[in-house]
């Protein structure tokens, strides 16, 4: 709110070379991103998750930054998509657009949100790191 040219992104640094991934990943963007860790237990391993401030200039830029994340080992779990799936933090499965078509057959509730519901051909099984992955494996 004090600098609207700042906005962030989430990102995970995979065990076992988290902080190795940090520190590349700080020296790649000298005054242009900044780091902010957070350190959680993951399938009994101590890794970090990322907010990192990032001072905004072009949305071309953003992507190549998340881009350049992604490609050096550290998913990026991208807050400034809309849909479920491009952000990365969960992705969407046979058995939870079941459980939507039961509960919401009208697709009224967070319309838009799902690639996976307007496309039911879309290909949810990307190979993308997501955080949390769908339900079960389908098909």
């Known amino acids: 709110r004090v600098d609207p040219d700042i906005t962030y992104l989430q990102s995970l640094y ?5 902080l190795a991934l940090v520190e590349k990943m700080d020296a790649m963007f000298p005054g242009e991103v900044f780091s902010h860790l957070e ?5 009994g391993n ?3 998750f990322g ?6 200039t072009t949305e071309a830029r953003l992507d190549e930054i998340v881009r350049l994340h992604e ?7 991208n807050p400034h998509r809309y849909t479920l799936e491009e952000g990365g933090m ?3 499965d046979a058995v939870q657009l079941a459980f939507k078509r039961e509960t919401d057959p ?3 509730l967070n319309p838009g949100k799902m690639i996976a519901w307007e496309n039911p051909d879309y290909d949810y099984r990307s190979g993308r ?4 992955k769908g339900l079960q494996k389908a098909g």
């Not at 907010?51 to 905004?56: A, D, E």
């Open 14 to 18: 995979p065990f076992p070379n988290q």
């Open 39 to 43: 350190f959680v237990r993951l399938d």
């Open 46 to 48: 101590i890794t970090c």
């Open 51 to 56: 907010l990192p401030l990032v001072r905004f």
């Open 71 to 77: 490609e050096n080992g550290c998913p990026i779990f």
């Open 90 to 92: 969960k992705q969407t």
């Open 106 to 108: 009208q697709g009224l």
């Open 129 to 132: 790191t997501f955080l949390f």
